[in-house]
Every structure is written in C-alpha cells, then in structure tokens.
DNA sequence: ATTGTTGCAAAGGCTTTGCAACAAG
DNA sequence: CTTGTTGCAAAGCCTTTGCAACAAT
C-alpha cells in the first residue's frame, strides 16, 4: 500500500500543491489500510480542521481517484476509497466487514472460469467479505458480539 | 428466471394487490434478463401510465426485493434490480457491459481460496463483466452498433 | 366496504458547482 | 505575484415519506 509520503509525493509531482487538508487525507489513508466513506473521512479530517467543508473531502477524493493514488469502490452502502494497493501482481481483496482492512488474494478464478456463449471477458470482480483475525466474532474466548477493538471506523 | 406469471403469484400469494403497474413490473422483469436501475424502470413504465410516479416504482422495487422476486445489486453507476433467479444451485454470472443481460457461471473459486490471516470467511462476489455473443464489438461478423473495442482490467 | 396502493408534493441524503477570499509555490 | 484550493452557500440528483384519493379484493 502506499505511504503517506509516496502519496504527496505523486500529488506534488503533478503539480497539485500540498495543502494541510491533502496532508491530512495522505496520512488517514496511508494509515488506514481499509475502506472510508466521505463522511468518515469528513470526521476524521475534521477533528483537526474547524472550518472543513464536505466539497473539500469531495474534491480531494476525485482528484486523488483520478491521480490514481486512492482507489474508489461502490459497495453495498455506498461509495468507498482506500488507498492504492500499489502492487505490481493482479490480485483480489478480502474485505473485513467489522474493520474493513482489506486483505490481499492472490489468487485469481477468472483462468479456472468458463466463459459461456461465446461472452467475450473485459473485467472481473472477485471479493471476499467475513472477518479479519483481530475482528473475529466469538470462537474459542469468551465475548459475545463483534469486539470493536479498533480505532477509527 | 423467474417468468411474469411467478413473480405475480408470489406477490399475489403473498396477500399484495396486483395492480397494473405490478403486472407491468413483473412482465418488464420477466422479459428483461438483465440489470434496470429505477431510471430505466421509470421511463418503461412511464410509457404506459401517463402519471407515473417515482415514488412508485421505488416502493415496489423495495416490495419486489423483499419478497425475493427481484434482487437488488450496487455497481459503480448506482443500483440495480433483476429477476430472482430461480436456480436452486449456487452460481455467479457473467454480466454483459453492453445490454446487462447476465449469464450464469456454475464455478465457484471460493473452495480454491485460501483466507490468510485465520480470516474468517462470510460471503463472496465473483462478476465477470464483458459483451455476450449478440454484443460483441465487431469482430468477424458484421455486427451493428456496439463499437466500444474497449481492454479494461 | 376495507385497506393496501397510488400520485403528488415535499423533505432528506449525498454529491456537485459557482464564487470570492485565501494561501502554496 | 499567480493560480490552484478552500469554505460557504446553493443547487442537483436520487430516494424516501406523509397524506388524501383511488382501486383491488
């Protein structure tokens, strides 16, 4: 994934100029390697900007998708980003639903699968969702729910 | 799939009032094999009631996917709503870009995957996206309009 | 006759846009 | 200094809700 430092680094490369809120949206996501909505990122951001505005997050999440250093995902409950994954392999996710830390597969189905029809394949899409080790519900320890025992979400 | 006739029994068994519109909801459905989003339904339906309101088409989306006739699934553009489909067997589909008609894919790669990390594994997605035989971007036959030649991911 | 459905209008979210003040380079 | 960025306010979508009139059963 990359760093906070590798993300300004290619937003000032361009030419975009670095501003504390940029700063501030490089370190979450660099920190958070796992999926935010706007809204949490408008939390996080303003817990440390009184006078943020949400067209800022906005703007600055369509800039950085395009610039190619987040990477934006349409769930179930709407519109995510993370960070790039910023590796070479093709690879697929999983995806914890109590922290969503996203975990890299490196396998991939779409050389097993079939194609019917002669249906010509663009893209595919392979997630798997549950839960990470620190996230697990119940097993063998005595806690009920999943434990939210983590920072941010 | 599910045909006009089904989706209208189940409502209907199910104690819901089968009005016009719902008969135009099932029918559309049934004969489409493929993603609509609202927007689609909307200007279907609209051409044959005059007075259509959205409000309408988003409530028995609503029903419809909550009685299990319809399912509800969220790509990159927005919402959309099929016809259940009616296999009994576990399967995945083949999603074509151009008319989204979806065929289904009998392989499942979940048993292949490993979870790193003692993941704890609760669902799956698996899409292939490309062009079905009929939608095809040129190629040896002569074909009409899909000229998308487009190589995503 | 009952009561679920509809259409209308209005409200709610989320996201985008126009613009003047501000600040990075 | 210059010009990209920000915050504010307002507008735009898409979706939902309240309500009285309507219609399926």
Redo the contacts with the bound molecule.
């Keep these: 994934m990359l760093s906070t430092d590798q993300i300004i680094g290619v ?2 490369a361009r ?8 700063k501030s949206l490089a370190k979450l996501f660099a920190e958070r390697n796992g999926y935010l ?3 949490d990122v408008y939390e996080y951001m303003g817990k440390q ?1 009184s ?13 950085m998708d395009e610039l190619g250093v987040l990477e934006q995902v349409m769930f179930e409950d ?2 995510k980003f993370r960070a790039s994954c910023n590796e070479d392999q093709h690879h697929h996710h999983m995806i914890c639903l109590q922290c969503e830390r996203t975990y890299p597969i490196h396998f991939c189905p779409m050389p097993l699968t079939d194609a019917p029809d002669q249906f010509q394949v663009v893209k595919h899409k392979f997630e798997v969702f549950g839960y990470c080790k620190d996230c697990r519900p119940v097993s063998q320890e005595a806690s009920q729910s999943p434990s939210q025992q983590d920072g941010l979400s």
Excluded: E
């Design positions: 937003m000032s030419g975009l100029r670095i501003t504390d809120q940029r909505t706007p809204k900007y006078g943020l505005s949400f067209d800022t997050v906005y703007r600055n999440l369509r800039v709407g519109l």
